[in-house]
């Protein structure tokens, strides 16, 4: 095999490797292209115990919260309850958020929010 041939499927094999590169690189974007998370709306809370006489900050235990989506479905967070801040609070609940663009799906883990 002479060195001119040699040469030319080296740039052979060279092409095949980058449309494949390119292939996979557009295929891992389209799969994380899915969605644009965005920054988490966090609150803080309390929760008072009234089995008494003064009411009281309860500090142990899990709190659910369930969001019912625009489209319907409905999202469920949790948080374990602890002393926050110095017992101010009962819990901190970070709600996650999803921009919508054109052709994007949302992630049904997250509130998506649309542009206005």
Same mark, same amino acid.
């Given at each position: ?7 030319? $499927? $080296? ?7 980058? %449309?494949?590169? %390119?292939?996979?690189?557009? &295929?891992? @974007?389209?799969?994380?292209?899915? /969605? ?5 709306? %966090?609150?803080?809370?309390? &929760? ?18 369930? &969001? ?15 002393? @926050? ?6 819990? $901190?609940?970070? %709600? ?13 883990? /997250? ?6």
């Amino acid at each position: 095999m002479t060195a001119h041939k040699r040469h030319n $499927r $080296r740039k052979a094999y060279s092409a095949h490797a980058v %449309v494949w590169a %390119v292939a996979l690189v557009g &295929i891992t @974007f389209q799969a994380h292209a899915a /969605s644009l998370p965005e920054p988490s709306t %966090v609150f803080y809370g309390k &929760i008072l115990g009234t089995g008494s006489e003064q009411p009281f900050l309860i500090t142990e235990g899990e709190l659910e919260w369930t &969001i019912r989506r625009a489209d319907g479905t409905d999202l469920s967070l949790r948080a374990t309850l602890y002393p @926050f801040n110095k017992g101010t609070y009962s819990y $901190r609940l970070d %709600v996650p958020h999803e921009a919508l663009a054109l052709g994007l799906m949302p992630d049904c883990t /997250s509130v998506p929010l649309a542009a206005e």
